[in-house]
């Protein structure tokens, strides 16, 4: 029987503080997945970061934005906290921020606090936010503390629910972060300045290529250490989730980068960490191959293939780059050990595609259903329904598809700058009780 699974970040969860957290809601919405046979939640990274949760400025700090206040209440920290009107875009604004004080002054530290801040990345991180704010390094130890109790009872309460919660871990750290700072060996860096930027080559979008304002590892001195500060990562992240998403698994095989101050033209592709660093990952035993899911959409060199197929590492495939409307047919439909999406957080919603497309290709999209025998008149229907039957072990539809929502409610346009990525947000879970039946 084939797994299934809800795509929603965490900020897009209904909250009456402006942005979604590990609350009532969340709770809420893995009853519905468990209610609803769906054995994953897949979620996008929870990483402290300035909003672009593909730029983390901690591997091992959680978003302080994530904490709920009412779990805040609950515990006697704070007393009742003002209602926000629920809208379906995401407040990135400093609203919890009285609150987070109110209970960082009446909280008493116990036995599991002083546990909790053993952790050597939990303490570099305070400390460089503290820093970077002017603000007290304990207030963010009690935050971290805080965020990191919520998230794993909420993870325990999805699991007794046989959910399993499906995380992200992103390829690179934002320039300033905790990461670089007390780690930067790891980056290249040259007299404490760094020397290159992540991104992409020029292509026939971008004649300039992309740069991704991350800095790059240097990967002679990261396995000279014997991996050990990216096997450390992967361990910790397999005990936040039950399954870890590796974004750009190209990365691992080889990356671009591009010399500070120039731009992609000027940019070149070196190797990864490769075979070396997984083969090492995997001497832990309680690691496992189907705990990790690989990003390798894109265009992708055969040595990233090899590597992935060595492994035997669970892929993605997206249906809008797989279905080739003009011979009817999925390219990828012969493979098993998959992922598949009709569309996940940087593609179009299901109908935003379908808009896309003129009268033949909208005429030969609905073929193509028929001919797959998915017969409904909704399209977003119809593509959940190929996602249910294709060979493809696992399928996850977001809640934007279930919904039958256009582009309006993307979560993420690549390459731009907008308010309107990472922002869309459900005001309420009333007909995604309903419809996420028809999955």
């Avoid at 279930?402 to 947000?425: C, H, M, Q, V």
Wanted: overall charge negative.
């Amino acid at each position: 029987m084939k797994e299934k699974g809800i795509l929603l970040p965490i900020f897009s969860l209904p909250s009456k503080y402006g942005i979604g957290d590990f609350g009532k809601e969340a709770y809420e919405f893995i009853n519905i997945l468990s209610e609803n046979n769906m054995k994953y939640w897949q979620i996008l990274p929870i990483n402290a970061c300035e909003n672009l949760p593909y730029s983390p400025q901690s591997y091992y700090a959680l978003n302080e934005s994530y904490i709920s206040l009412d779990m805040l209440k609950e515990e006697n920290l704070i007393e009742n906290p003002e209602v926000r009107e629920d809208t379906d875009r995401v407040k990135y604004d400093n609203f919890k921020e009285k609150y987070y004080y109110e209970a960082f002054r009446n909280f008493t530290k116990n036995e599991e606090y002083e546990k909790f801040i053993e952790n050597k990345e939990i303490e570099e991180y305070a400390e460089f936010i503290s820093d970077l704010k002017g603000e007290e390094k304990d207030y963010h130890l009690f935050l971290q503390y805080i965020a990191s109790k919520q998230w794993l009872n909420l993870k325990q309460y999805a699991n007794s629910k046989n959910v399993e919660i499906i995380g992200d871990m992103p390829i690179y750290p934002t320039f300033e972060s905790s990461e670089t700072k007390y780690h930067p060996e790891c980056f290249e860096m040259e007299n404490g300045k760094f020397t290159f930027e992540s991104g992409t080559p020029p292509d026939y979008f971008n004649s300039d290529g992309q740069k991704w304002n991350s800095p790059v590892y240097n990967i002679e001195n990261i396995k000279n250490n014997n991996y050990e500060y990216l096997v450390k990562r992967f361990k910790y992240y397999l005990k936040l989730f039950d399954k870890v998403r590796i974004d750009y698994f190209r990365g691992y095989d080889s990356f671009f980068k591009i010399p500070i101050g120039k731009t992609g033209k000027e940019g070149f592709y070196v190797d990864g960490v490769s075979y070396g660093f997984f083969d090492e990952l995997f001497k832990n035993k309680n690691i496992k191959v189907d705990s990790l899911i690989i990003e390798d959409l894109g265009d992708i060199r055969e040595e990233t293939i090899k590597l992935r197929n060595h492994y035997g590492f669970t892929r993605q495939k997206i249906l809008q780059f797989t279905i080739d409307l003009n011979n009817l047919y999925d390219r990828d439909n012969e493979s098993e050990n998959v992922l598949v999406y009709p569309g996940n957080h940087d593609n179009y919603t299901i109908y935003g595609w379908y808009k896309t497309l003129n009268d033949e290709y909208k005429e030969r999209l609905k073929e193509f259903l028929r001919r797959n025998e998915c017969y409904d008149i909704n399209v977003n229907i119809g593509m959940m329904q190929y996602c249910s039957k294709c060979k493809a072990k696992m399928a996850i539809i977001s809640v934007q598809d279930i919904l039958g929502l256009d582009d309006s409610a993307r979560i993420n346009f690549p390459g731009t700058i907008s308010e309107n990525n990472w922002s869309w947000k459900l005001t309420s879970f009333d007909d995604f009780k309903e419809r996420i039946k028809d999955f």
